[in-house]
């Protein structure tokens, strides 16, 4: 069935770049989605992509798309301490167009 | 434009007890899904309703129901309740419907089964 996988933790420095990704099975995906959660809160939802695109550039996000790698990437320019929360991965998938997502990469930022 | 409101914030309950949950989309949004989230199976999707039906459902049991009113806000059931049903509940508004427009979400609730 669909699957999206993610790396559990990531740890940067503070002034870092940060990337963080993703991998998916379903190649008829048509929206893929980054949303953020800190600590007891809901989800954020901070960019998404089309499956049209290669590339989406959003102040200090910019997510890249390799639809014959089936990756997604976020990465996070200059890191800030408040960037530290859970990313999360989803993306439409299957007839239904349900969303799938990942199990969230555990994102600390150390200054 | 207010955001996904989701009451109450906390809940206590015991083990047998029924719980409602509420959720108050985004104005204009039609769909409200609803998802289960805890430190070891991650987001479990519960179901997910569009203009007062249900849309898709999970891999929940019965225990766990829901409804959409005329107004979209929407509501979710969940009887007999089990010291596994300890969770953040969240829930999430989309103007078309997930997985055609992107999902907003409320804070959630947190639910204590003791």
């Known amino acids: 069935g669909e699957d999206v996988e993610q790396s559990l933790f990531l740890s940067v420095r503070e002034g870092d770049s940060s990337v963080i990704n993703c991998t998916y099975t379903?190649?008829?995906?048509?929206?893929l989605y980054w949303y953020k959660q800190e600590p007891g809160a809901g989800l954020q939802l901070l960019t998404y992509i089309f499956s049209n695109m290669d590339m989406k550039q959003d102040q200090r996000l910019t997510v890249l798309l390799n639809k014959k790698d089936k990756h997604l990437s976020l990465r996070i320019a200059d890191t800030q301490t408040g960037d530290s929360a859970i990313y999360f991965c989803a993306l439409n998938a299957g007839n239904n167009r349900k969303l799938i997502w990942g199990l969230g990469t555990s994102l600390a930022v150390n200054p | 434009k207010a955001g996904v409101t989701q009451t109450p914030r906390y809940l206590i309950k015991t083990r047998g007890q029924q719980v409602t949950l509420s959720c108050s989309p985004i104005?204009?949004?039609?769909?409200v899904s609803w998802y289960q989230q805890t430190p070891g199976q991650g987001l479990q999707f519960l179901f997910e309703y569009f203009s007062e039906t249900q849309r898709n459902k999970g891999n929940f049991p019965g225990r766990f129901s829901g409804r959409q009113f005329s107004n979209s806000r929407s509501e979710m059931n969940v009887s007999t309740l089990e010291l596994g049903d300890s969770a953040l509940y969240l829930c999430?508004?989309?103007?078309?419907?997930?997985?055609?427009?992107?999902?907003?979400f409320g804070n959630g609730t947190r639910l204590t089964v003791t």
């Open positions: 999430a508004s989309s103007l078309a419907g997930a997985g055609f427009s992107p999902l907003h």
């Open positions: 104005s204009g949004h039609r769909s």
């Open positions: 379903d190649s008829s995906s048509t929206y």
